[in-house]
């Protein structure tokens, strides 16, 4: 490969990009070894792990040079890389493979990116449609407040009805009954008056023709009554009472 399609990068910086050391902007370093555009630390993370492999390649010394950073400092470490490798190193992208699988790795956070992006939008939307319907779930848990208490209401009145039905169905009938008793009552109390009224009359009678004065018709049956009596024509049983 010639040297046109090389290009040198400061050993710390390349470090960085091998160990996913934070506080270095490696985007740059990133795509060029992977061969397309880095737009984010977390993809030049991803980026590094297939570069570290393909480093090792071509500089057997990487394989060595593992940074631990709770017994190392990170001056110690770029150090010693910078006296085995030099202050810059000349680099070149990955073949084909090793770039096909960084890709796809590159890919899936892309569209994984992407989803969150949209459920981001999705739930935003969402808690401003809740935010717009606060007031709609208030007034319908005071609505449903007012329908409880409606159907306590209404629980408490159909009790009640059901002991006026029953108080009801006592009297169904009597009161029919204690209306005929009463007027067969009256009936006959009128009936009793005008026995009296009858029999003082033929009495009456008698004594006038004893006393010489023209006698009478002859008296009225003794249970008839007047036809003209009463509040109408007689009754079905010649009562004259008009019932």
């Known amino acids: 490969m010639s040297d046109s399609s090389r290009k040198m990068f400061p050993i710390a910086t390349v470090m960085a990009l091998v160990t996913g050391k934070d506080g270095f902007d490696v985007k740059e370093i990133a795509g060029y070894v992977a061969g397309r555009s880095i737009v984010c630390d977390e993809q030049a993370k991803a980026v590094g792990v297939f570069a570290a492999a393909w480093l090792s390649r071509w500089y057997p010394k990487f394989t060595g040079m593992i940074w631990n950073e709770a017994s190392q400092s990170w001056d110690a470490f770029v150090s010693q890389a910078r006296s085995q490798l030099g202050d810059n ?52 848990k005071a609505l449903q407040k007012k329908v409880d208490e409606l159907e306590a209401k209404i629980k408490t009145m159909n009790t009640d009805m059901g002991g006026l039905r029953r108080k009801v169905s006592e009297y169904d009938g009597k009161i029919a009954l204690e209306q ?13 008056g005008m026995k009296g009224m009858v029999v003082a009359s033929g009495v009456a009678a008698a004594a006038a023709g004893a006393d010489g004065a023209p006698a ?17 024509s007689s009754g079905a049983n010649s009562d004259g009472f008009g019932f």
């Not at 000349?90 to 992006?117: C, F, G, H, I, W």
């Not at 005929?180 to 009793?192: S, V």
């Open 89 to 140: 190193v000349s680099l070149q992208p990955m073949d084909e493979r090793t770039k096909e699988m960084a890709n796809k790795a590159l890919d899936y956070m892309a569209d994984a990116e992407k989803s969150v992006a949209a459920q981001t939008a999705s739930a935003m939307a969402l808690e401003e449609k809740v935010r717009e319907l606060e007031p709609i779930a208030e007034q319908a």
């Open 180 to 192: 005929d008793e009463l007027m067969r009552t009256i009936k006959d109390a009128i009936k009793d």
């Open 216 to 232: 009478a018709e002859a008296a009225p049956e003794e249970n008839a009554v007047p036809d003209d009596f009463g509040f109408g």
